[in-house]
């Protein structure tokens, strides 16, 4: 096999995995040259060479611009033939059928794999829910996944959390504001009179700062729950999401009396510490919406001298847990976070990065201040 017809196939291949959630075998074209040359092979000449042929040979379709490249819009990838599901047919047939936009049609088609045993009245029911609850997410946000599930959904707390996430997210639906679990709050250091409070978003960073000198002077809290995983932001989102609620049980990790968890969050002054990447800066804008006042830590200081030198930063990729965060953008206006969102556009830290003496030296200073 020749070198050329390697990378054919294994982009074929790709294409058809990258296109197997959606029904239509449809991907977006905006930036799937950046997205093969990440994950297939870093040579455009080829890849663009690749895509030429394969649209000759009716694998994909797709608009060409000047060099044969894809241009906007979508790309429709020709898969080979499998069955489809009576009950994914069923529920695209219900999506046809309603007022939605493509746009909205095309987000939910992969919920239809969910779909199994629903009659087409049941599919009915439920995208009216979805609708209804992507209107009115807002007045929910903080609470408990398995409350707004059977409000919405056909009386189910397990349905909504059933249901493809991503489609869910492209449809509007913010899934990630709703608590998965009980919500509990661990703080530490100095309970009675702490000089600032830090909310940290990882549960490492937060044992080491409790273990660090600058225990004596700050309160430290972070969020603790089973089965939550580092590798998908769920720390940080339940951070944000107790916050938005102001709900969590508080367990303390040092001795005297913990403080109410509505008590912390009216500290002043109070700040926080999370990864140097998007999905932090987005998690510390959420906090911000609920608690102005808040500031960023002294403790980004590290991060941000190692973020520009490559043996210490790592780009959003799979393997290190942040597959899709380079293409996540934080809307904000808050001017405290544009340069940390410029230098984490490519790149970031994680917070584990940062040494007990750092924690020691800059905790309960706030980022950007003379002290």
């Given at each position: 096999?020749?070198?050329?017809?390697?990378?054919?196939?294994?982009?074929?291949?790709?294409?058809?995995?990258?296109?197997?959630?959606?029904?239509?075998?449809?991907?977006?074209?905006?930036?799937?040259?950046?997205?093969?040359?990440?994950?297939?092979?870093?040579d455009?000449?080829?890849?663009?060479?690749?895509?030429?042929?394969?649209?000759?040979?009716?694998?994909?379709?797709y608009?060409?611009?000047?060099?044969?490249?894809?241009?906007?819009?979508?790309?429709?990838?020709?898969?080979?033939?499998?069955?489809?599901?009576?009950?994914?047919?069923?529920?695209?047939?219900?999506?046809s059928?309603?007022?939605?936009?493509?746009?909205?049609?095309?987000?939910?088609?992969?919920?239809?794999?969910?779909?199994?045993?629903?009659?087409?009245?049941?599919?009915?029911?439920?995208?009216?829910?979805l609708?209804?609850?992507?209107?009115?997410?807002?007045?929910?946000?903080?609470?408990?996944?398995?409350?707004?599930?059977?409000?919405?959904?056909?009386?189910?707390?397990?349905?909504l959390?059933?249901?493809?996430?991503?489609?869910?997210?492209?449809f509007?639906?913010?899934?990630?504001?709703?608590?998965?679990?009980?919500?509990?709050?661990?703080?530490?250091?100095?309970?009675?009179?702490?000089?600032?409070v830090?909310?940290?978003?990882?549960?490492?960073?937060f044992?080491?700062?409790?273990?660090s000198?600058?225990?004596?002077?700050?309160?430290?809290?972070?969020?603790?729950?089973?089965?939550?995983?580092?590798?998908?932001n769920?720390?940080?989102?339940?951070?944000?999401?107790?916050?938005?609620?102001?709900?969590?049980?508080?367990?303390?990790?040092s001795?005297?009396?913990?403080?109410?968890?509505?008590?912390?969050?009216?500290?002043?002054?109070?700040?926080?510490?999370?990864?140097?990447?998007?999905?932090?800066?987005q998690?510390?804008?959420?906090?911000?919406?609920?608690?102005?006042?808040?500031?960023?830590?002294?403790?980004?200081?590290?991060?941000?001298?190692?973020?520009?030198?490559?043996?210490?930063?790592?780009p959003?990729?799979?393997?290190?847990?942040?597959?899709?965060?380079?293409r996540?953008?934080?809307?904000?206006?808050?001017?405290?976070?544009q340069?940390?969102?410029?230098?984490c556009?490519?790149?970031?830290v994680?917070?584990?990065?940062?040494?007990?003496?750092?924690?020691?030296?800059?905790?309960?200073?706030?980022?950007?201040?003379?002290?």
């Amino acid at each position: 096999m020749t070198i050329m017809r390697e990378l054919h196939e294994r982009v074929y291949a790709w294409l058809c995995k990258k296109s197997k959630a959606n029904v239509a075998g449809k991907l977006r074209c905006d930036k799937i040259l950046n997205k093969l040359r990440d994950e297939v092979i870093n040579d455009p000449v080829s890849l663009r060479k690749v895509l030429i042929h394969l649209r000759a040979e009716q694998l994909i379709e797709y608009v060409a611009g000047q060099h044969g490249e894809p241009i906007s819009g979508f790309m429709t990838v020709i898969r080979p033939e499998q069955e489809v599901p009576a009950h994914v047919d069923a529920w695209v047939a219900v999506l046809s059928g309603s007022n939605l936009s493509n746009e909205d049609q095309l987000a939910l088609q992969t919920v239809g794999s969910a779909m199994d045993g629903l009659s087409a009245g049941n599919m009915a029911t439920l995208l009216n829910g979805l609708i209804r609850l992507r209107d009115n997410q807002m007045r929910h946000f903080g609470e408990q996944v398995f409350t707004v599930s059977a409000a919405y959904l056909m009386g189910s707390s397990k349905l909504l959390s059933s249901l493809d996430g991503k489609a869910l997210r492209s449809f509007g639906i913010e899934i990630d504001r709703f608590l998965s679990r009980p919500a509990y709050v661990v703080v530490g250091g100095n309970v009675v009179s702490p000089i600032a409070v830090v909310l940290i978003e990882n549960p490492v960073s937060f044992e080491m700062a409790v273990d660090s000198a600058a225990a004596r002077d700050c309160l430290f809290v972070c969020t603790f729950g089973f089965g939550l995983s580092t590798l998908t932001n769920d720390y940080g989102n339940q951070l944000a999401g107790v916050v938005e609620s102001e709900q969590a049980h508080v367990l303390n990790r040092s001795a005297g009396v913990a403080p109410t968890f509505r008590d912390i969050l009216q500290h002043q002054p109070i700040q926080f510490w999370g990864d140097l990447d998007t999905a932090g800066i987005q998690i510390y804008c959420r906090l911000a919406s609920k608690v102005p006042s808040i500031a960023l830590s002294a403790l980004y200081l590290p991060m941000i001298e190692a973020i520009q030198h490559d043996d210490t930063r790592h780009p959003y990729v799979s393997a290190v847990g942040k597959d899709g965060q380079g293409r996540m953008v934080v809307q904000t206006d808050r001017k405290d976070v544009q340069d940390l969102l410029r230098l984490c556009e490519h790149f970031a830290v994680d917070q584990e990065f940062v040494s007990t003496d750092d924690i020691a030296r800059l905790a309960g200073k706030q980022l950007g201040s003379s002290s």
